[in-house]
C-alpha cells in the first residue's frame, strides 16, 4: 500500500487520523495506515500522514475506520409518519452518515420531508419516494387506503425526481399479501412504470405488511416469486432473510429457484434487518451462497404511537455484527454498508474513502466482552466482542453518536443521552 497523492501538498492538513486499521472496500484497502482530511474532503489516505504537517492528530487507539456507513433503509419523517424516528438517530448517531428513508414520503408529501428533515439533519438523508401519492403515513397499518392504484399517479414522481436530483433517488413499493389481495400486482406494475419513466430504481418491501383481504388471499408460496418477476435489474428487494411465510425465502427450506433467477437477472437483495430477521434463514440462504447485496437495517418506531421507539432493537452496526458473527467476512460486510449501497445509488461521492471525496467516516471500537443478538424467531446468537461507531465525520465536522438507538449493541447504561431522549419522546 502507497500513499495516495494529495494535489495541494503545501498546506497543512486539517486533522490525520492515525494509529488506526483502516477498510475501504472500494480501494482495496485494509490495513493500518493514516486518512487525512482537508476542507471537508479526503486528502490522503496512507502510511505515513501523521508526520505531515496538520493542525490536528487523531490517535485512535487502533480502532477501525471505514467510509461513512450508508443505511439503505430507514424511517425518518417524524411527526407525519407515526413510526418515524429522529433522522440523526438513525443517522450519524448511529454511525451513519447516509440514509435511505424508504417510502414515509410520497409526491404529495416530499415538500415536508425536504424542508424539515432533509434540510436541518447533519446526516446525508436521500428520499425513496412511495409509488403512492402520501407516503406510508401509517407504517404497515391503513395500507389498503393508503397504497391502493388511485393514490399512484406517474407523472408526479417524475416532475418531483427531476426538481430533486440525488435526494429523490428511487421509488419504494411493495410485494406481499396485502396489496396482492386487494389489487394484485397492479400497484407495482405502476411502480415499474414509474422507475422507467423516471429512471429510477425501485426498492421492495417483502412480507406480509398491510391487513389482508382474507377472502382473496394469495398462496403465500406464490407472492414473492411474482413480485420478483417484476424487478428490473438494479432494483432491489427487502428483507431477504426475513421469516415471513409470503417472504423471499417463502415456507421451505430450500433457496427458491425464483430467487436464484431473479439475482441472476441482475435484481439486487437487501438485508432489511427489521422485526423478521431469522438466523436459521440467514444461515439456509448463506451455505447456498446467497448473500445481501446491502444490510439496511429498517429501523423504525411503533406503529402504534407516534415516537416511540422504546422497543427498536436492530439498527445498522447490528446487522453488520450479526452477519460477522454468522460467517461472513467483516470486510465484506463492511462492502455491503459503503461501496454496494453507493452503486446502488449510483453516487460516486459516498461509500469511499477516495481522496477528493467528501470526508464521511466511521469509526469503530472493538468492544471485547459476552454479548448476545435475538432473532425474530427468538434464537440467539452468543459473541465475545462487537464493533460499535465511537466517532463519526461528516464532510470533515466530527460528531460523537450518541449511540441512544443502538440497544442491539449496548447496554442502556452506555448510551446515556439515547436513551435519556427516548423516554421523553415516549411520555408525549
Ligand atoms: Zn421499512
Not at 408529501?109 to 419516494?129: H, K, M, W, Y
Request: glycine content about 10%; proline content about 6%.
Amino acid at each position: 500500500m502507497h500513499a495516495q497523492s494529495d494535489w495541494s501538498q503545501n498546506r497543512p492538513f486539517d486533522r490525520v487520523l492515525t494509529n488506526c486499521r483502516v477498510i475501504d472496500p472500494a480501494n482495496q484497502i485494509d490495513g493500518r495506515c493514516d486518512v487525512a482530511i482537508r476542507n471537508g474532503v479526503i486528502a490522503a489516505v496512507g502510511p505515513g500522514l501523521a508526520h505531515q504537517p496538520s493542525r490536528e492528530t487523531l490517535d485512535l487507539g487502533g480502532a477501525l475506520v471505514t467510509p461513512g456507513l450508508i443505511d439503505v433503509h430507514v424511517h425518518v419523517y417524524e411527526w407525519v409518519t407515526n413510526f418515524g424516528v429522529p433522522a440523526d438517530a438513525a443517522g450519524v448517531h448511529s454511525g451513519v452518515t447516509t440514509v435511505i428513508d424508504q417510502g414515509s414520503a410520497g409526491a404529495w408529501t416530499f415538500g415536508g420531508f425536504n424542508a424539515f428533515v432533509i434540510e436541518p439533519a447533519q446526516t446525508d438523508v436521500r428520499s425513496f419516494v412511495s409509488i403512492n401519492l402520501a407516503g406510508a403515513l401509517k407504517g404497515g397499518m391503513e395500507g389498503p387506503l393508503l397504497h391502493n392504484p388511485a393514490l399512484v399517479r406517474i407523472d408526479e414522481i417524475v416532475a418531483l425526481a427531476a426538481a430533486h436530483p440525488g435526494r429523490v433517488a428511487g421509488i419504494k413499493c411493495h410485494g406481499e399479501s396485502g396489496s396482492q389481495s386487494y389489487w394484485d400486482l397492479d400497484v407495482l406494475r405502476l411502480a415499474v412504470k414509474a422507475g422507467e419513466a423516471s429512471g429510477l430504481p425501485l426498492y421492495m418491501h417483502t412480507g406480509e405488511l398491510f391487513p389482508v383481504d382474507e377472502s382473496r388471499r394469495p398462496d403465500p408460496d406464490t407472492v414473492a416469486a411474482r413480485a420478483l418477476a417484476l424487478l428490473r435489474p438494479g432494483d432491489m428487494a427487502a428483507h431477504v432473510y426475513s421469516c415471513m411465510p409470503d417472504g423471499i425465502m417463502g415456507r421451505g427450506d430450500q433457496v427458491p429457484d425464483y430467487l436464484i433467477e431473479a439475482r441472476d437477472r441482475g435484481v439486487l437483495f437487501d438485508l432489511g434487518h427489521g422485526i423478521n430477521l431469522s438466523f436459521r434463514i440467514a444461515r439456509a440462504m448463506m451455505a447456498a451462497g446467497i448473500y445481501p447485496d446491502t444490510l439496511g437495517s429498517d429501523v423504525h418506531g411503533d406503529f402504534t404511537a407516534y415516537h416511540d421507539y422504546s422497543i427498536l432493537d436492530y439498527s445498522l452496526m447490528g446487522g453488520v455484527n450479526k452477519m460477522v458473527a454468522l460467517g461472513m467476512p467483516l470486510t465484506d460486510a463492511i462492502a455491503r454498508v459503503t461501496l454496494n449501497p453507493a452503486k446502488f445509488l449510483k453516487d460516486p461521492c459516498i461509500g469511499s474513502l477516495t481522496p477528493g471525496m467528501p470526508a464521511n467516516i466511521t469509526v469503530l471500537d472493538k468492544i471485547e466482552g459476552d454479548w448476545s443478538y435475538r432473532d425474530a424467531e427468538g434464537e440467539e446468537l452468543n459473541v465475545t466482542s462487537r464493533w460499535v461507531p465511537a466517532l463519526v465525520f461528516r464532510a470533515g465536522q466530527r460528531i460523537e453518536p450518541d449511540c441512544g438507538l443502538l440497544a442491539d449493541l449496548l447496554s442502556p447504561a452506555a448510551r446515556p443521552r439515547g436513551i435519556t431522549r427516548s423516554m421523553r419522546h415516549a411520555q408525549r
